[in-house]
């Protein structure tokens, strides 16, 4: 894929737009890789928007009976932790071999496993 005709997509947040076209710039990705990259990227954005959300509604709502409960986003929060730990997780020991997504290049040793799994 042609990274100087790459353009990061719109509705990423402007430091996520900018790390996007960082990893296009220095690594070689695929159409598919350029997808989890997105996913990637989404799953960041998401997270910092819940972030929001929590710091100004608090992590306690007011439940049934006025008990208090989690807030809903606290289960966001953590999900969209998880997927981009997991994107880093699998594709940081690549960043090396100039090809962050390198099954072929890179020994399995440094994957920790055989496959791709980002969920």
Request: positive net charge; charged residues 25%.
């Amino acid at each position: 894929m042609k990274n100087s005709t790459l353009k990061a997509p719109a509705h990423l947040r402007p430091d996520t737009r900018a790390w996007w076209l960082y990893v296009h710039t220095n690594w070689r990705l695929e159409a598919h890789h350029s997808r989890l990259l997105e996913m990637a990227c989404d799953a960041w954005d998401r997270y910092h928007e819940v972030r929001d959300i929590l710091a100004r509604d608090g992590i306690v709502v007011g439940g049934r009976q006025a008990a208090a409960r989690p807030h809903p986003c606290i289960a966001i929060e953590r999900d969209n932790r998880i997927v981009f730990a997991r994107f880093q997780r699998t594709a940081s020991p690549l960043g090396r071999e100039k090809n962050a997504f390198a099954t072929k290049t890179a020994p399995p040793s440094a994957l920790g496993s055989k496959r791709l799994c980002l969920i």
